[in-house]
């Protein structure tokens, strides 16, 4: 079974707005891990959130960890046509090695 | 630098075929990945190895094997293929989680995928 589900699973929003997707787990983690993908493309890391942090930000992205709630959400701010892809969350599970397990992924569009 | 890279890109396989897929990454990682992807199911991880001369299974490791003879490269094979194999197959590699906190940051780095159809 999945590690990881994400809500939505498919969201529409005009550029300039934000981007929310949520991310929830199961068992404990090490860290989670929130990874882009272009159509027909591998996937690309965009950021890392240690279970000891609450919040950490990289340039137009924004993600939170509740581990009380096992759960996770990538912010992206003021969205461009050019951040259209789908986007998976990824947990590493405590005493799981540094393998990561991905979540079903948001496909993400943004419309000019 | 050319980071992970899978061949063939595609491949259309009969029923009962094998083939393998090659990855080859050039970052010096330890740890390497194959992943299938699958609509709606996200990306399952199939067998994995930790380093040269060593593999372990994933979640889906039934009908595939693989092995990683030099630390470069690592390799999955289908003996036979089915069409529950036809998929979107990626490797990735990573550093070791014993490595260093400034050279582990724990991501993994992806190939741009081999899309297999077995008829």
């Known amino acids: 079974s999945q590690q990881g589900e994400e809500d939505p699973q498919a969201l529409s929003i005009q550029e300039g707005e934000n981007a929310t997707m949520n991310c929830s787990y199961k068992?404990?983690?090490?860290?989670l891990q929130w990874y882009r993908q272009n159509s027909g493309r591998g996937l690309v890391h965009l950021i890392l959130i240690r279970s000891n942090e609450r919040e950490k930000h990289s340039g137009r992205l924004r993600v939170t960890l509740d581990t009380s709630k096992k759960s996770s959400s990538l912010l992206i701010t003021a969205s461009r046509a050019a951040d259209t892809a789908s986007y998976f969350c990824?947990?590493?599970?405590?005493?799981?090695?540094?393998?990561?397990?991905f979540g079903t992924g948001t496909q993400l569009k943004v419309e000019l | 630098n050319a980071g992970v890279t899978q061949t063939p890109k595609f491949r259309v396989l009969k029923t009962g075929q094998s083939m393998t897929l090659l990855c080859a990454q050039d970052?010096?990682?330890?740890?390497m990945y194959w992943y299938r992807q699958d609509p709606g199911m996200g990306l399952r991880l199939i067998h994995y190895?930790?380093?040269?001369?060593?593999?372990a299974k994933g979640e889906v490791p039934d009908g595939y094997n693989v092995s990683r003879l030099k630390k470069q490269n690592f390799l999955l094979g289908l003996e036979s293929a089915a069409p529950s194999q036809t998929s979107v197959y990626f490797c990735?590699?990573?550093?070791?989680?014993?490595?260093?906190?400034?050279?582990?940051?724990?991501?993994?780095?992806f190939g741009e995928g081999s899309r297999l159809t077995v008829l």
């Open positions: 190895s930790v380093g040269e001369g060593t593999t």
């Open positions: 970052m010096n990682h330890e740890y």
């Open positions: 990735a590699s990573s550093y070791s989680s014993n490595r260093a906190p400034r050279l582990n940051t724990g991501e993994l780095f």
């Open positions: 990824a947990s590493r599970i405590t005493g799981g090695g540094n393998k990561l397990t």
């Open positions: 068992t404990s983690i090490n860290n």
